[in-house]
């Protein structure tokens, strides 16, 4: 029997961020870093072995803040610009 205060928790990896953003893993690699360096960002755990994991509820854009924002991730000037370049390569006018 399950305790009152025990809850069902998702975890995710590297796949299943780049899979819900939309972005690359080096894209993710980036938001760890500057999560752990400042603080700033989708909080990051890590399991045992020292990988990082989110918890799906963090992670997945639900914490909205009062004025309908995502709080938790802001893509970066750089990630912007890389985009774009990517999408120049790919002969596209705009991302």
């Not at 990896?13 to 690699?29: F, K, L, N, Q």
Request: charged share 30%.
């Amino acid at each position: 029997m399950r305790e009152a205060h025990e809850v069902d928790v998702v975890v995710w990896r590297y796949p299943d961020m780049c899979r819900h953003w939309g972005v690359s893993r080096a894209t993710i690699e980036r938001w760890v870093r500057r999560y752990e360096q400042s603080g700033e960002g989708i909080p990051v755990h890590r399991d045992p072995s020292g990988r990082p994991y989110w918890l799906a509820h963090e992670a997945s854009g639900d914490a909205v803040g009062s004025s309908g924002t995502i709080l938790r991730v802001k893509m970066k000037t750089d990630d912007r610009l890389a985009q774009l370049r990517r999408a120049a390569r790919r002969g596209y006018r705009s991302a």
